[in-house]
């Protein structure tokens, strides 16, 4: 087959191919992804289609969607890259038909890559230098004929121009021209690879002290590589990054030579020779480097997915509406900075106390408390913490204050208090007070307050500095967009930071609603958006769902149903006030005369029968308390509360109330067994669980929900050198 101009421009795929791929990869139908992608290239956003688009996508939920807009950019980035390949190869006249081939068979971006990286190299291959020798018509002689005709056949190539001086000359570059064949054909890639997973081990060994390494159990370790978990090989890469660990794939070469030769016709020793050349020098390190990455892409992606799990559930907190709050950032040195907001989270006043002087302190709290009828006291977990804790429960008891407090998380506080964000908001107060404020305000409405932080320093992940930092946050930004779609946004409350993140607005177009608002006031109805500079129709359309309106004199606006569909809401509230329910020759006007179909007419229905539903009211709040509970007042088999804080793959994290955060590990979360901690905990859920270990030299406890907790006889509290633990905190690097 010659290859032409022709045949290059000919290689372009189809969106249908691509569609078709989407389709066998994702197990969606295909009536449903044409329709979808079609959506996603007008610049419809994911949470448009999935919630008012769903007769079209044939009722495909979030998630699909999403997952179809990201195999549509793999696919349609692997297919411009496969191209560019192709006709880059052939602009040096170095495309052959066997190299066509395997561009063309290539499924992954690696496997692209590695087949072209020989040609974007200024220096040549030795394969190269044969071909342009002349020796390929000698490489394909050798790969059909037997040893006796060969010697006699390279002797016609010698040529001292070329400095081809013998047929030994000959032979030698022709086998590297065998060997590049060997390396560059995808069915040997596959093959190889296939083996190598199938029977090959992770060997890692440690390059340091064992003894004060958080490395230990990297140290002599060996496991087969079709059964290393993700947490493991981020641990390992960075052990490696350190310098802490050497890391290898094992695996029985003489078995992996055996096979490729076994897949080739083997005439002579020169085709022996090659075949095992070109796996020892070129395919097998491709190989080995393509495990090792693929490795890596896996567990980047399975820690990216915990950590956008926890976040969601995290952000999913329900908020304490209409309560006012102190919120209180512990602090040793300078103090702890105090700050009051009222039931719309607006900013009142702030006071500082010091920890070490809590007579004062209490006073302080007390007078706050009574002068602006505080009902709850949010504390930060951070460094005082604790103290903190101690002077507020002992304020509530003297002072006979009738007022709860709750632990809050600080995570991100101090990144939001010196962000532009908070500088906007409060020009005129230290970052220690913006702090407090951020502290108050996430458990009024944690969802409003979150957004404000970069998601990677809200300390939900796993290992979330060591994986892709690009893919990290792309996906922690689609969270968020999801999450607060889901909730919709109230536009006359909604900072720029909320706003940013809801279907079809940006940074610019949220920054001009909070502009629009300064200047006009209240936005009194959805129809006003498009007053506002920059909010065109097609922004409208995406976004006026999502945005509620408690003071329109219209009550659709504060609802779920889109303007778009106002005429047919109107019919179909009528409907309901008077008789309950939608008639069928209701639904039959609706379906003929608005072209709604009938999942859009029962949303609509649901809607207004249970108008603007929150999604987070089916979470647990926060745990609210009154006294104090110290670690020494811990002994094990005590039951205790807490609100698990971090999912991972061994376990969860949960904050009973004290500093030290508890390890419910994965093999005390159920009676039954699970193999992922997901399957039975999330980020925010509340558990009552029993103490079965205290490690009082290490300040660690582990908790069960087990029935029959750990061992029969429950361990005791240890106060002298800790032995072996059956839970290890030093193994897990977090």
Same mark, same amino acid.
């Given at each position: ?11 372009? *795929?189809?969106?249908? =191919? $691509?569609?078709? &791929?989407? +389709?066998?990869?994702? /197990?969606? !139908?295909? @009536? ?30 979030? *998630?699909?969607?999403? =997952? $179809?807009?990201? &195999?549509? +950019?793999?696919?349609? /980035?692997? !297919?411009? @890259? ?163 660990l050497e890391a290898k794939i094992d695996y029985e070469e003489e078995a992996v030579i055996k096979l490729l ?356 009211e089916g979470f647990p709040m926060p745990i609210m308390q009154k006294g104090i509970v110290n ?104």
């Amino acid at each position: 087959m010659e290859i032409t101009q022709e045949l290059i421009d000919s290689l372009q *795929v189809s969106e249908m =191919d $691509i569609i078709k &791929k989407i +389709s066998e990869t994702l /197990n969606i !139908e295909i @009536r449903k992804v044409v329709p979808t992608v079609g959506l996603l290239k007008e610049g419809n956003t994911i949470p448009f289609i999935s919630r008012y688009r769903k007769e079209a996508t044939g009722t495909l939920d979030e *998630v699909e969607v999403r =997952d $179809i807009s990201h &195999k549509l +950019s793999y696919f349609e /980035n692997l !297919e411009s @890259r496969r191209l560019e390949i192709v006709k880059g190869i052939f602009a040096q006249n170095k495309l052959t038909e066997l190299l066509l081939s395997n561009i063309m068979k290539a499924t992954t971006a690696t496997e692209l890559e590695d087949i072209y990286a020989p040609y974007k190299r200024k220096k040549k291959t030795r394969g190269m230098i044969a071909i342009e020798k002349g020796l390929e018509p000698l490489a394909d002689f050798i790969e059909k004929e037997k040893d006796e005709a060969i010697k006699i056949e390279a002797a016609k190539y010698i040529d001292a121009e070329k400095d081809i001086k013998t047929a030994d000359d000959a032979i030698n570059g022709a086998c590297d021209i065998i060997a590049e064949r060997v390396s560059h054909t995808i069915d040997n890639r596959s093959l190889i690879k296939d083996f190598i997973m199938k029977n090959g081990k992770f060997v890692v060994k440690g390059l340091k002290d064992e003894a004060s390494s958080v490395y230990k159990m990297y140290y002599d370790y060996s496991e087969q590589l079709n059964t290393v978990k993700s947490h493991r090989v981020l641990a390992i890469n960075r052990g490696e990054r350190e310098e802490e660990l050497e890391a290898k794939i094992d695996y029985e070469e003489e078995a992996v030579i055996k096979l490729l030769l076994s897949k080739h016709t083997i005439k002579n020793i020169y085709m022996k020779s090659a075949v095992e050349d070109g796996l020892k020098r070129l395919l097998l390190p491709a190989v080995i480097r393509e495990i090792r990455n693929d490795f890596s892409d896996k567990a980047d992606e399975h820690g990216i997915e915990t950590f956008s799990v926890n976040l969601k559930n995290l952000l999913m907190q329900p908020p304490i509406k209409m309560t006012r709050v102190l919120g209180i950032d512990p602090g040793i040195r300078t103090g702890s900075k105090s700050a009051v907001m009222d039931e719309t989270g607006k900013f009142l006043e702030y006071f500082t106390f010091m920890n070490h002087d809590p007579s004062t302190a209490k006073k302080l709290i007390a007078a706050a408390v009574k002068k602006y009828s505080i009902e709850l006291i949010a504390i930060g977990n951070g460094t005082g913490g604790h103290d903190v804790q101690a002077i507020v429960a002992d304020s509530i008891k003297e002072f006979d204050l009738n007022v709860q407090y709750t632990i809050v998380s600080e995570d991100g506080a101090s990144v939001y208090s010196a962000s532009d964000t908070a500088r906007e908001e409060f020009p005129d107060l230290d970052l220690t007070i913006r702090g407090a404020i951020s502290i108050g305000r996430r458990l009024q409405d944690p969802l409003a307050e979150l957004v404000k932080i970069e998601p990677k320093a809200i300390g939900v992940g796993l290992y979330q500095h060591d994986v892709n930092q690009t893919k990290l946050s792309t996906s922690l930004d689609e969270t968020v967009e999801s999450v607060v779609n889901s909730v919709g946004v109230n536009i006359n409350t909604a900072s720029f930071s909320l706003l940013k993140y809801v279907s079809g607005i940006n940074t610019v177009a949220a920054k001009k609603i909070v502009k629009y608002r300064g200047e006009k006031g209240l936005i009194k109805s959805r129809s006003e958006l498009l007053k506002i500079t920059g909010f065109g129709e097609k922004t409208y359309t995406q976004a006026a769902g999502f945005l509620k309106i408690p003071e329109s004199a219209d009550p659709l606006d504060n609802t779920w149903v889109h303007p778009e569909q106002y005429d047919a809401a109107r019919i179909i509230l009528n409907e309901i006030k008077t008789s309950g329910s939608v008639s069928k020759p209701i639904r039959t006007e609706l379906k003929t005369k608005y072209n709604l179909g009938d999942t859009t007419i029962d949303d609509i229905i649901e809607e207004l029968k249970k108008p603007n539903r929150d999604p987070r009211e089916g979470f647990p709040m926060p745990i609210m308390q009154k006294g104090i509970v110290n670690f020494e007042d811990l002994a094990v088999g005590m039951k205790v509360n807490g609100k698990i804080k971090n999912v991972v793959d061994f376990g969860a994290f949960v904050d009973i109330g004290i500093k030290e955060t508890a390890l419910l590990h994965i093999s005390e979360m159920s009676d039954t067994y699970i193999s992922n901690p997901a399957e039975v905990a999330k980020v925010g859920d509340v558990v009552e669980a029993q103490i079965i270990e205290i490690d009082v030299l290490r300040k660690r406890v582990s908790l069960s929900l087990k029935s029959n907790p750990g061992s029969k006889v429950a361990p005791k509290a240890r106060t002298e050198a800790p032995a072996k633990k059956k839970f290890d905190y030093s193994q897990y690097i977090v």
